[in-house]
């Protein structure tokens, strides 16, 4: 296999987990002869310390062009005051925009050596293995109008919610491919007791799951599924939703694993390069310390592998040796230890070439 790795750090501890991760890709191609080749840009905050953007065209056409992209995180406080149109997040909402990608995979899998991590009852968190499949292209992240004006000298903020059948039906379509290969069942959380929008994403949903006769499908609203997150989270298998549905709920669900440093995630498209990255920020308050968990960069580079590259065996043998770490107690301080980002990082080395003997 060969494949061509756009790498962007970003900014706080991206720099940190990313370079973990890159070893264990690394090192997976020493151990099954593939050929990576990865290639460092500038993103985010760093880009705008450097370019005076948070993209370059020549970092978005170097993305556009590789076998897959894998990102830190993005942002800090050192940024907040420059324009919206040029901050660390804008640059992120253009690298998908450009990648074409349509849907940002999150699984939620609680690894049972780490129950007392999770503030859930120990008893709730048996048999959850989640997967969110959160839509983004549409939504109020990207409606227009998007704009502050003053009516009668008060102040007023319009946000746009607009969503077509298009960009539900191909999300929807994502969502129920995948729970053939799980437990065949989909939930498509919406908010259609109160939403127009909603109420074309439960039409919609319905009309693709009919495509579907071997996958059951149910519809939740968004904050009874909120709930149910909680209290009864092993009921989901895959869950489907709309952009900002999808990015509250996913990080409600960090909680089940007991940290966001675990969560991984995959943006893919129509066939185009993915964009792999963990669900957690970049941190400011702990860079630079050689703390911070690396592991869900390493397992988002795990989906990499399954997703991008078309190596389900080598994703698997980086989650085994993930779950053996954990179980060896490697761990970093947001998960009640005191190992460090290397430390961490080259324990997963370890078990990947002990594996490979």
Same mark, same amino acid.
């Given at each position: 296999?060969?494949?061509?790795?756009?790498?962007?750090?970003?900014?706080?501890?991206?720099?940190?987990?990313?370079?973990?991760?890159?070893?264990?890709?690394?090192?997976?191609?020493?151990?099954?002869?593939?050929?990576?080749?990865?290639?460092?840009?500038?993103?985010?905050? #760093?880009?705008?310390?450097?370019?005076?953007?948070?993209?370059?065209?020549?970092?978005?056409?170097?993305?556009?062009?590789?076998?897959?992209?894998?990102?830190?995180?993005?942002?800090?406080?050192?940024?907040?005051?420059?324009?919206?149109?040029?901050?660390?997040?804008?640059?992120?909402?253009? @690298?998908?925009?450009?990648?074409?990608?349509?849907?940002?995979?999150?699984?939620?899998?609680?690894?049972?050596?780490?129950?007392?991590?999770?503030?859930?009852?120990?008893?709730?968190?048996?048999?959850?293995?989640?997967?969110?499949?959160?839509?983004?292209?549409?939504?109020?992240?990207?409606?227009?109008?998007? %704009?502050?004006?003053?009516?009668?000298?008060?102040?007023?903020?319009?946000?746009?919610?607009?969503?077509?059948?298009?960009?539900?039906?191909?999300? *929807?379509?994502?969502?129920?491919? @995948?729970?053939?290969?799980?437990?065949?069942?989909?939930?498509?959380?919406?908010?259609?007791?109160?939403?127009?929008?909603?109420?074309?994403?439960?039409?919609?949903?319905?009309? %693709?799951?009919?495509?579907?006769?071997? %996958?059951?499908?149910?519809?939740?609203?968004?904050?009874?599924?909120?709930?149910?997150?909680?209290?009864?989270?092993?009921?989901?298998?895959?869950? *489907?939703?709309?952009?900002?549905?999808?990015?509250?709920?996913?990080?409600?669900?960090?909680?089940? #694993?007991?940290?966001?440093?675990?969560?991984?995630?995959?943006?893919?498209?129509?066939?185009?390069?993915?964009?792999?990255?963990?669900?957690?920020?970049?941190?400011?308050?702990?860079?630079?310390?050689?703390?911070?968990?690396?592991?869900?960069?390493?397992?988002?580079?795990?989906?990499?592998?399954?997703?991008?590259?078309?190596?389900?065996?080598? #994703?698997?043998?980086?989650?085994?040796? *993930?779950?053996?770490?954990? #179980?060896?107690? *490697?761990?970093?301080?947001?998960?009640?230890?005191?190992?460090?980002?290397?430390?961490?990082?080259?324990?997963?080395?370890?078990?990947?070439?002990?594996?490979?003997?």
């Amino acid at each position: 296999m060969n494949a061509d790795i756009v790498v962007l750090p970003g900014d706080g501890i991206g720099p940190e987990v990313t370079r973990e991760a890159v070893m264990v890709l690394r090192a997976i191609a020493e151990q099954f002869g593939h050929t990576f080749t990865f290639t460092e840009y500038a993103f985010g905050g #760093a880009s705008i310390d450097k370019h005076g953007v948070p993209a370059t065209p020549e970092t978005l056409q170097a993305c556009a062009q590789s076998t897959a992209v894998l990102l830190g995180a993005v942002g800090g406080p050192r940024w907040d005051s420059v324009k919206p149109e040029i901050r660390a997040e804008a640059g992120l909402l253009a @690298l998908r925009k450009h990648l074409g990608v349509f849907a940002n995979l999150r699984p939620v899998r609680p690894n049972p050596c780490l129950a007392s991590a999770s503030p859930l009852k120990e008893h709730l968190l048996k048999g959850v293995d989640l997967l969110v499949v959160r839509e983004l292209t549409g939504g109020l992240y990207f409606g227009t109008p998007r %704009v502050t004006r003053l009516v009668n000298g008060i102040a007023v903020a319009t946000d746009t919610l607009t969503y077509t059948a298009t960009e539900i039906a191909r999300v *929807v379509r994502l969502a129920c491919t @995948l729970a053939r290969s799980r437990k065949k069942r989909v939930t498509s959380v919406d908010k259609a007791n109160v939403l127009e929008s909603s109420r074309l994403w439960r039409k919609t949903a319905t009309e %693709v799951g009919s495509e579907f006769p071997d %996958v059951a499908m149910d519809h939740a609203l968004v904050d009874s599924t909120a709930m149910r997150i909680v209290t009864s989270p092993a009921s989901f298998d895959v869950m *489907v939703t709309e952009n900002m549905f999808g990015d509250i709920l996913t990080d409600e669900a960090s909680v089940l #694993a007991g940290s966001l440093g675990l969560l991984p995630s995959a943006s893919l498209g129509d066939g185009g390069p993915g964009l792999y990255e963990p669900i957690h920020g970049s941190a400011p308050d702990i860079a630079g310390r050689g703390i911070a968990n690396p592991m869900g960069t390493i397992l988002s580079a795990a989906m990499m592998l399954r997703y991008s590259l078309g190596l389900p065996e080598e #994703a698997a043998l980086v989650e085994r040796a *993930v779950d053996q770490v954990i #179980a060896d107690k *490697v761990l970093t301080p947001d998960l009640g230890g005191t190992a460090g980002t290397d430390l961490v990082g080259a324990s997963i080395l370890a078990r990947l070439r002990a594996a490979n003997q």
